[in-house]
């Protein structure tokens, strides 16, 4: 089981919690756990929870095929479990992950990626979306260097710096450091827009090769925004 996955219930304590359907299942709730984006919704009987839980990774129970399946299996679109949370009433899960490609069996990231229009305001709706997708590229870009570091395709830049090893990634994220401030010297935010690009994207390659997910590094930030101001 993941060292990532806080249960304030014990096994035993959870199994007791859940208000289990006529056929035995809970909806689970299949969650982003960098960007909160909604990926899929799952059902999970008591075996499939207990894998989870024991696994680190997802197991549902397919009601059209009536058999346990572990999300990735067989695609390799694994999803590593961050946290698992039970509603007020017992009867939903949210398990929020870290994906390894897309959720969707169609090649899309989340199963709920067809929009539906509500009201006419489209600016309001424009501004929603704006901000609820404003840092998913970040983590479609860790799935992409993950993805690259599994599989080493060859002539790709982010291969060539996991062949070449940590120092090559650390001189690498030292120089694309020097470049930014260099930029924010010279006032050139043309220059340093690209450069802090650079910066970040060699940054997640470095988190990448240290194992550090980046979620770590967002509940970091959220620790510190939580803490009491002294100012």
């Excluded at 007020?88 to 067809?114: I, K, M």
């Excluded at 120089?175 to 010279?186: W, Y």
Aim: hydrophobic share 35%; net charge negative.
């Amino acid at each position: 089981m993941s060292d990532e996955i806080q249960q304030e219930l014990s096994l035993e304590q959870l199994l007791e919690n859940i208000r289990w359907d006529s056929l035995g299942l809970v909806p689970a709730i299949v969650q982003h756990a960098a960007t909160g984006q909604v990926l899929t919704l799952a059902y999970m009987n008591e075996e499939s929870l207990k894998r989870s839980l024991a696994t680190g990774q997802t197991w549902f129970w397919s009601r059209s095929r009536q058999e346990l399946w572990n999300k990735g299996a067989t695609s390799g679109n694994t999803q590593q479990i961050v946290r698992m949370s039970l509603d007020c009433d017992g009867d939903s899960l949210v398990v929020q992950v870290n994906p390894q490609g897309p959720a969707c069996h169609t090649g899309e990231e989340t199963c709920f990626y067809r929009d539906i229009a509500v009201g006419t305001d489209q600016a309001l709706k424009k501004a929603a979306d704006s901000h609820n997708g404003r840092f998913a590229v970040l983590a479609e870009l860790e799935a992409v260097i993950a993805e690259r570091e599994r599989t080493r395709p060859e002539g790709a830049y982010t291969t060539y710096l996991f062949d070449k090893g940590v120092d090559k990634i650390l001189k690498k994220v030292g120089e694309e450091a020097s470049e930014t401030i260099i930029a924010a010297k010279n006032k050139d935010n043309d220059e340093l827009r690209l450069e802090v690009s650079d910066l970040i994207y060699h940054l997640l390659v470095l988190l990448q090769e240290r194992k550090l997910p980046l979620d770590d590094i967002m509940a970091e930030l959220s620790r510190r925004h939580e803490r009491p101001r002294r100012d």
